[in-house]
């Protein structure tokens, strides 16, 4: 459309900043003063790498020449550039890269294995925070500098000037489908002590930054969910860069009519229905949810749990002093759990399952509690559930419990390969009375 009448050719200069990329076939070249014929074929692809200061402050001239090399015309493009990133800890290092050889990576996939990529995400099933009822997921609030350790870091980054910002927004947002099995804390800028404000979770789908533009913000995020039947532990996050609808300022519409409607480009982004703008860019990281690692008997012990029961024949008296002397020598951690804990409920091993959460920041063991639900039913809760160490159970939905639901009859294999295949953290086993 900036093309005059009569023009033949063209070339194109860019302020230091800018990167000009001339895309045209193989039979067409440019003339030996650096001019390119008016062919359809041709494309100009501008790209920059540098945040602008101000705005406008990168400039691309088009000069348009008719046949004879005469100048007939001159187009300006003016280019603004900001900086939006969504970073997570992709490498598995333990640290989170705003920036570096990572920046061209692809953050919204995940793959599995020791060179994979793809953030871990912990199920924050401890219970760090003093008077807590029950886990630390349960709290929509952050108690203690410990209940951090549990979750995910997720920065922010916003960079550019201060008039662009006050014209789009950013906005961070997750999936409705993932919003139920998350919860996401913005760190508060200038406050002592800092706060940490819940932002994004299962009755949260969005929220606007209100600082954008001023570099990294901070997000804990945290896993209110493990992987399970129709949960594949995968979650996502997304930030947009959003333009505003058109508000009236200093007396004149912004943009103004007479401005083209082509430089602004439209996708198919997903966004929450309440969101307030249209997307422009829209920066995508994928978290999966660690699984419950069951662990094996061929492990280290690091504590036994024991049950006493000292009632006439059923007394394990003998066996408790035989263990002490082992453990001694094992030098490993006994703990024994008192009658009235137990309500006489010796079978230990059919009621708790013991294993672990990792992800490359934090490891920290997880009990998992049986639907059995005999007298050892609330020991786990109320006994063993604490500061870095998790709990989890489950209940059968709309199912009597059975021999099965035991997890006597639950256990793990040591590592080992079948026909080929390595299993490094062990097969699952499960047993039932014979003959079923």
Same mark, same amino acid.
């Given at each position: ?31 030996? /003063? ?14 920059i ?6 705005v406008?402050?990168?400039?691309v001239?088009?000069?348009y ?5 005469r ?15 969504? /970073?997570?800890d ?54 203690t500098?410990? /209940? ?7 920065l922010?980054?916003?960079l ?55 570099? /990294? ?11 399970d ?75 036994v749990?024991v ?13 408790l ?27 230990i ?80 086993l499960?047993?039932?009375?014979l003959?079923?």
């Amino acid at each position: 459309r900036s093309t005059p009448r009569g023009a033949a050719s063209f070339d194109v200069h860019a302020t230091p900043a800018v990167t000009v990329h001339v895309i045209h076939s193989p039979a067409t070249k440019p003339s030996l /003063d650096s001019r390119w014929p008016l062919d359809p074929d041709i494309e100009v692809v501008v790209t920059i790498d540098v945040t602008s200061r101000i705005v406008d402050d990168n400039q691309v001239k088009i000069s348009y020449y008719d046949r004879e090399g005469r100048e007939l015309a001159v187009a300006w493009l003016y280019l603004t550039c900001v900086e939006v990133s969504l /970073d997570v800890d992709w490498s598995r290092s333990g640290r989170v890269k705003s920036k570096g050889k990572d920046k061209d990576k692809d953050k919204a996939k995940w793959t599995w294995g020791p060179d994979g990529q793809g953030a871990v995400l912990l199920v924050n099933c401890d219970r760090d925070s003093p008077g807590a009822g029950g886990t630390d997921s349960g709290q929509a609030d952050v108690r203690t500098p410990a /209940d951090l350790q549990d979750m995910s870091v997720m920065l922010l980054r916003t960079l550019g000037p201060s008039a662009v910002f006050a014209e789009y927004r950013v906005v961070l947002h997750v999936p409705e489908s993932d919003a139920d099995k998350v919860r996401v804390f913005h760190a508060a800028r200038g406050d002592a002590p800092p706060l940490y404000k819940p932002v994004l979770g299962p009755d949260k789908l969005s929220y606007v930054l209100d600082r954008a533009g001023h570099g /990294d913000s901070t997000f804990y995020v945290e896993g209110l969910a493990f992987p399970d039947s129709g949960f594949s532990g995968l979650v996502s996050f997304s930030a947009s860069l959003l333009e505003v609808p058109h508000k009236v300022r200093g007396g004149r519409a912004h943009p103004s009519p007479e401005e083209p409607p082509w430089w602004r480009p439209r996708a198919p982004f997903w966004l929450p229905q309440d969101s307030p703008g249209t997307p422009i860019f829209t920066d995508t990281v994928v978290f999966r949810v660690a699984p419950w690692i069951m662990t094996p008997n061929t492990q280290p012990p690091l504590e036994v749990f024991v049950c006493s029961i000292k009632q006439g024949s059923d007394s394990n008296e003998a066996f408790l002093e035989g263990l002490r002397a082992l453990l001694r020598k094992a030098n490993c951690k006994l703990t024994v759990c008192s009658e009235p804990d137990t309500r006489s409920d010796r079978w230990i091993q059919d009621e708790l399952e013991f294993g672990y959460v990792e992800a490359p920041h934090k490891t920290f063991p997880v009990v998992f509690d049986s639907p059995r639900n005999r007298g050892l039913k609330d020991f786990a809760f109320k006994k063993i559930l604490g500061p870095d160490f998790g709990y989890v159970t489950r209940e059968p939905p709309g199912k009597s419990v059975t021999s099965l639901d035991s997890f006597g009859n639950l256990d793990v294999s040591p590592p080992v390969t079948v026909r080929g295949k390595e299993y490094p953290l062990g097969r699952i086993l499960i047993g039932s009375p014979l003959p079923w």
